[in-house]
């Protein structure tokens, strides 16, 4: 029913969100069903792109059957290849992209060409966040992420009482890294996995409405700073009670 109107995704003016982490298991999914049902209960004109292999995202939106919904998979190709095969609605607003974990630095450069905007979900321990400095460092020097200035976003995932400090430790090192936002935090409300299990929209508009309100004011912001501090020194200058 959407294969009318459509464009190679290097022709579209939609904006594109990509939602990232090296590290599996941090919600990426489930925080990228929780924005699209948000961004259509709000009248979005929203799109999916999931390049898990996994499809868990995509299979969500084969039910909810409410906005355009295919699974790609990008990797192999070149970058021409994927512009021009990888076809997306014409009058989308916003599609937003599902990456799968454990890619390569090749295929970061792919998800990267055609992205606007990059989330990253990450949950509230140091191990998690010690996982993510080397997934950061790379993402910072990638050549296709300096020449587009990505906007950049962190939401904490899986909060629940008694994390509080460790959310303040990832909320204080990213503050180090300018061209970084923290967007909030998304707690373990079970409404959230049951919308996977049913392949519905989440409903509740009350549930972590800072963070969502948060996100969606982030996306329609068009100026925001540049790269002004290299990764190594916000690193080297972090207090080393943050990185424990």
């Known amino acids: 029913m959407y294969k009318g109107n459509r464009v190679g995704i290097a022709h579209s003016k939609s904006k594109k969100l990509l939602v990232l982490n090296r590290k599996g298991g941090v919600g990426k999914s489930t925080f990228t069903a929780s924005l699209l049902s948000r961004l259509i209960q709000k009248g979005r004109k929203v799109e999916l792109i999931d390049f898990d292999r996994q499809c868990t995202t995509y299979y969500w939106s084969l039910g909810v059957q409410s906005f355009p919904s295919q699974s790609f998979n990008p990797n192999y190709r070149n970058l021409l290849s994927i512009g021009q095969s990888l076809k997306v609605a014409r009058d989308s607003e916003l599609i937003v992209i599902d990456s799968p974990p454990n890619f390569s630095d090749p295929d970061l450069s792919r998800y990267l060409k055609f992205a606007d905007y990059i989330i990253i979900p990450m949950q509230p321990s140091p191990v998690d966040l010690h996982s993510s400095l080397p997934f950061i460092h790379t993402l910072l020097h990638n050549p296709h992420f300096n020449l587009k200035s990505h906007k950049v976003g ?55 409405s800072d963070l969502w309100d948060q996100v969606l004011l982030w996306l329609e912001e068009t100026d925001y700073h540049a790269h002004d501090r290299p990764f190594e020194q916000a690193i080297l200058t972090t207090p080393p009670q943050l990185l424990v």
């Open 154 to 208: 962190c939401v904490i995932n899986r909060c629940s009482f008694g994390v509080e400090e460790h959310v303040q430790r990832v909320k204080s090192l990213l503050s180090l890294l300018s061209q970084f936002s923290f967007l909030g935090c998304m707690s373990e409300f079970r409404g959230y996995q049951d919308c996977f299990l049913n392949r519905t929209v989440m409903t509740s508009t009350e549930t972590d």
